[in-house]
């Protein structure tokens, strides 16, 4: 069966300091997808990005990058020059392509505090 | 943002009463989903629909079912609210794998 882990369960830095959070997943598939949610403090799920298993390939948005590793099962998200605003919980969440529905399973969130 | 509302966003009810939440999309997604959140356990998906009258189980499905009658509507029903089903539940939409999932406001349920 698949499974994510967060294991920081929360993290607190300063405005401009640059924040990893980390997402380490398993699965047996050969094909899977990977995401990250964003949930700031008024509660709603926000996407933030999906990347399928063949592409390994770091993408950056702004000042969000994510680094995917299949050789350490890992897909870690890092915020460069972190701003208030940043402050939320994030989820990492799999799914796998066996799977008709499409489930996503999440990890149990980072709770990351930018302080000013 | 996708069109998702959720009814009704809080509740309060006692222990034993039926509950229905229900989740209503404007975006014409073929998939649907009902997730529990529950703090150190992210979410977990309850059940899903994969079109009008088809559902299935998902990992905490135990003490809920669900209805989807009309492509825009589904229905999350607790037969018997237990306080074990206290929690924030969220309604997402999704055009099917591999697409990425949308998430409705959220209702909160407490069950006293």
């Known amino acids: 069966a698949q499974k994510v882990t967060q294991a920081q369960t929360e993290i607190s830095v300063v405005e401009k300091e640059d924040v990893t959070l980390d997402c380490v997943y398993e699965t047996r598939d050969t094909t899977y997808y990977l995401f990250w949610y964003k949930q700031p403090p008024s509660g709603e799920l926000v996407f933030l990005i999906r990347r399928n298993s063949f592409d390994e390939q770091n993408e950056i948005s702004g000042r969000y990058s994510w680094n995917f590793q299949k050789s350490t099962s890992s897909f870690n998200f890092t915020i460069t020059a972190s701003q208030v605003v940043d402050s939320a919980v994030y989820f990492c969440?799999?799914?796998?392509?066996?799977?008709?529905?499409?489930?996503?399973?999440f990890g149990g969130g980072t709770r990351l505090m930018v302080k000013p | 943002d996708a069109g998702i509302t959720q009814s009704p966003r809080h509740k309060v009810t006692e222990t034993g009463t039926p509950v229905t939440l229900r989740c209503h999309q404007t975006e014409n997604h073929r998939y649907m989903y009902w997730y529990r959140q529950d703090p150190g356990h992210g979410l977990r998906l309850i059940h899903y629909s994969y079109g009008v009258k088809d559902t299935d189980k998902g990992e905490v499905s135990d003490g809920y079912s669900v209805s989807r009658s009309k492509t825009e509507d589904f229905l999350l029903t607790l037969e018997s609210a237990t306080s074990s089903q206290t929690s924030v539940y969220f309604c997402?939409?999704?055009?099917?794998?591999?697409?990425?999932?949308?998430f409705g406001p959220g209702t909160r349920l407490t069950v006293l």
């Open positions: 969440a799999l799914s796998e392509e066996v799977d008709a529905g499409n489930m996503l399973t």
């Open positions: 997402a939409i999704s055009y099917g794998p591999p697409n990425e999932q949308f």
